[in-house]
């Protein structure tokens, strides 16, 4: 037997108690979810980069050890241990101005991040990530 409910109930709508809370609850979720994507786009970015740089590198590593192997066939095979004596250590004259080298370098690489930081531009998860804690802030003040 099947007991029958005198209340009949809607399936497409129901009541909610405590309805802002609800939203509140829903928009913090979504903004915790499109951060998780902005950061999974940041890691896709480096990895992308990360990549690109190892080719990069494989292929200049590759170019370097082909050229070594072409210097040492073309120069003459000689027993060093003939020619080597007491090693004197070695001076740098120079260390002031590689050191200005290295700041130049450094500085000139913070220039470039500061450049790409400017032309940021908004993502689409970004627009979103502010219209949604715009409507947050307004279901707090209301």
Do not use: W
Not at 120 to 135: F, S, V
């Amino acid at each position: 037997m099947k007991k029958h409910n005198t209340k009949q109930e809607n399936p497409v709508y129901t009541t909610l108690n405590n309805s802002v809370d609800l939203r509140r609850h829903i928009l913090e979720t979504s903004i915790d979810g499109i951060k998780v994507l902005q950061r999974y786009e940041n890691i896709k970015e480096i990895k992308a980069k990360k990549m690109a740089l190892l080719n990069e590198l494989r292929k200049c590593c590759g170019d370097a050890h082909k050229e070594l192997t072409h210097f040492k066939r073309d120069m003459p095979h000689v027993e060093l241990k003939e020619y080597i004596k007491e090693q004197k250590p070695h001076i740098t004259h120079h260390k002031e101005e590689h050191k200005d080298i290295h700041k130049e370098i450094e500085h000139h690489a913070n220039k470039e991040e500061h450049r790409e930081e400017r032309k940021i531009i908004k993502d689409p998860l970004q627009n979103e990530l502010e219209e949604l804690r715009r409507r947050l802030d307004n279901i707090n003040v209301g």
